[in-house]
């Protein structure tokens, strides 16, 4: 029996279990080729498949190929998601049909959740950027779908909604929770298998340093904290008993650091990205990815870049960042490179 | 309940096919897009579209719960899907895309193919799609394979980010329900499926676990129903609505015989009667126009009564007679 969904919040699950037995009436139905996303519809973006087959570069953690990225120098310079990078022990890089396994992470920037790689490359294609990253919601968009070896296929879709901000909690965390009734930044709790717990910090610790500033309250911690990806030892220093103490505390993501239920939605949405949110700006596509298949360049019918796919939010939003802003991100990380 | 016959619908998707071709984009009657210019065209009949139809589509909030609407005409009448309401005579919010709410109630449902029906209540002139369509039999044109458009508040209302498109096909049309490749989450229930001439063709239903299974109740299925949904009738037996029981339905209030009527005793908080301001000392004197002859009579008529019922109180305190409506709750 086929499992479906209610989808206005309001149905248990019981009821919805029944509903999939429905008679469907004898029309035959659209074979998957013929889908907006089939075999036979994507044909028809077979100029914008040439565009993505250049300008996206497929990542690899050793032969297993996790994320995409954009191709932006003929030397080799590639914007990836920087938080799927986290954890990957043996970076390699496709760009055309050539693999490279020497890969370095040139600089990161924590708030869009973007990273520069760089491989020894020569002459290869960087992606055209579009004189306005503006499109009006219902232009087409394409992206990267599957690959294989060699051929990158695409993923199409529409501009879905208001590009706008997208809020968040920070992605990362330290792992404490502080005392509730005031605004102080006096730790509550220690979460068991955190930075916070591996650093030695306890019940009652007032944390006064985050990387190197001041902290006050705990607004003025998040902000610290987002300059920083999980994974990363940041300095801090913590009074206990009237005595100032130091320690390198790891970050995590949230995600890891707490287990929290899955919504209904997303207990629908398969395969989003880890993180999905806390965004200055975003498009947002209906394009059907996979948490696997985002980091890629989004482009009009043109084969421009209209932007970076940047989160699998859920089963119906896909967010990309807008080449506007992608390319100052892109200029900030390229002095770091420089 | 008899659903829709089979014979109509067959009779129906061979007439239409003929009688709205002028309408139609030609780009539904290619077997996949071939060109740019084929792309294009597709993009092109949306955008026409699409701000009109975003003006009439809604949030609509109950309690926890939310879901979508379409607004069909100009004195506010919205479809939706039957769980979205999840009963007749409810009360629940109307938002419209820019942010301003109404107060509404849910009219009639039909628990078998999930379509529902409500009324926004307010006296202003609103924006709303036409569902008679320009077709001889006054049904939209649709078939396997025709490009679709998808309006929902995905997730619930967000005001920055407005209500979702999303562009797909039908892939299979059924009596009941239709299936799209516009792909709907939680929040876009009882949000309108359009063609890409701008009719409304189907409310969003539900989702399977596959990207392409998202499933939707065709128009004719609203039409076929039409005066029973307007009068607010509960259609079926379900899945999609539970009817609820008589006896279920409760006021919060004990009461004591006394001469000419019921004297209140105790005034639950919370609870609708409290809600409408009837206080301890008042004495009850009939229900819905009949009087009350006694507790055990009260409590006899309560039994016919379910949650959401609406009922007629008269009382008087201190010598003056007044009364009060309200809908009764579950206990």
Same mark, same amino acid.
Request: hydrophobic letters at 40%; glycine letters at 10%.
């Given at each position: ?338 | ?179 799209? #490749?516009? &792909? !709907? ?5 009882? +949000? ?7 009719? $409304? /063709? ?106 959401? #019922?609406? &009922? !007629? ?5 201190? +010598? ?7 809908? $009764? /709750?579950?206990?």
């Amino acid at each position: 029996m086929k499992r479906t969904f209610g989808l206005g919040g309001l149905v248990s699950m019981g009821m919805l279990l029944s509903c999939s037995q429905m008679l469907i009436w004898a029309q035959p139905s659209l074979p998957s080729d013929e889908r907006t996303n089939g075999k036979e519809v994507r044909a028809a973006f077979s100029e914008q498949c040439a565009a993505i087959q250049k300008c996206s570069a497929v990542i690899y953690d050793g032969w297993r190929n996790f994320n995409y990225g954009i191709v932006v120098s003929e030397d080799g310079y590639i914007l990836v998601k920087a938080s799927e990078l986290e954890q990957r022990t043996d970076l390699a890089v496709r760009i055309g049909e050539t693999k490279y396994t020497e890969v370095k992470v040139v600089a990161t920037d924590p708030h869009w959740d973007v990273a520069l790689l760089k491989v020894d490359a020569d002459g290869v294609s960087p992606v055209v950027w579009a004189e306005s990253s503006d499109l009006p919601q219902g232009s087409w968009v394409v992206a990267n779908g599957a690959s294989s070896r060699s051929l990158r296929r695409v993923n199409v879709g529409i501009i879905s909604a208001e590009s706008r901000e997208v809020k968040g909690r920070a992605p990362a965390v330290i792992g404490v929770t502080f005392k509730p009734d005031k605004d102080s930044l006096e730790i509550h709790v220690v979460s068991p298998d955190t930075g916070a717990e591996k650093a030695g910090l306890k019940a009652g610790d007032i944390i006064k340093k985050f990387g190197g500033d001041e902290v006050t309250t705990r607004d003025s911690l998040i902000d610290r904290i987002r300059d920083f990806m999980a994974g990363e030892k940041v300095p801090i220093e913590f009074e206990r008993d009237g005595e100032l103490l130091k320690a390198d505390v790891e970050l995590m993501p949230r995600d890891k650091a707490y287990k929290e239920r899955k919504s209904r939605n997303d207990q629908m949405s398969g395969d989003y990205s880890k993180r999905r949110d806390s965004f200055p700006r975003v498009l947002q596509t209906d394009i059907p990815f996979s948490a696997r298949t985002i980091g890629g360049p989004l482009l009009n019918l043109d084969g421009e870049c209209v932007g970076m796919n940047i989160a699998r939010a859920n089963r119906a939003e896909s967010f990309a960042i807008p080449a506007k802003e992608l390319r100052e991100v892109l200029k900030k990380l390229m002095k770091t490179a420089r | 309940m008899r659903l829709l016959g089979k014979l109509t619908v067959c009779m129906w998707i061979a007439t239409l096919a003929a009688s709205s071709a002028a309408e139609r984009l030609y780009v539904n009657d290619k077997k996949v897009p071939e060109s740019r210019e084929d792309l294009m065209a597709i993009q092109t009949s949306l955008q026409k579209h699409l701000a009109e139809a975003r003006q009439a589509t809604v949030c609509i909030k109950m309690g926890q719960g939310s879901g979508t609407g379409v607004i069909v005409s100009e004195t506010g009448l919205v479809l939706t899907a039957a769980h979205v309401i999840s009963g007749v005579q409810k009360d629940m919010k109307v938002i419209m895309e820019d942010g301003t709410e109404y107060e509404a109630k849910s009219l009639g449902l039909n628990s078998e193919n999930d379509a529902g029906m409500l009324k926004i209540l307010s006296d202003e002139k609103f924006p709303f799609i036409n569902y008679e369509a320009k077709s001889d039999d006054g049904r939209p044109a649709t078939r396997v394979g025709d490009w679709v458009f998808a309006l929902g508040h995905s997730g619930g209302f967000d005001k920055e980010r407005g209500s979702v498109v999303r562009l797909g096909r039908l892939i299979k049309v059924a009596e009941t329900t239709v299936h799209s #490749d516009c &792909v !709907l989450i939680g929040g876009d229930s009882g +949000g309108p499926l359009f063609d890409m001439s701008g009719e $409304l /063709v189907a409310i969003h239903s539900r989702v399977g676990r596959r990207l392409a299974q998202n499933m939707h109740v065709p128009l004719q299925v609203f039409h076929a129903y039409w005066e029973m949904l307007e009068k607010g009738e509960f259609i079926g037996d379900g899945p999609f609505a539970k009817k609820p029981k008589p006896g279920t339905g409760f006021m919060g209030l004990a009461v004591k015989d006394v001469d000419g009527g019921l004297e209140v005793t105790q005034v639950e908080p919370d609870y609708p009667a409290a809600d409408a301001g009837i206080e301890v000392g008042d004495v009850l004197t009939s229900l819905n126009a009949m009087p009350l002859k006694s507790k055990e009579d009260l409590r006899a008529r309560m039994k016919k009564f379910a949650e959401g #019922d609406r &009922v !007629l109180l008269e009382f008087s305190r201190d +010598g003056k007679v007044k009364s009060v409506g309200f809908n $009764l /709750v579950k206990r």
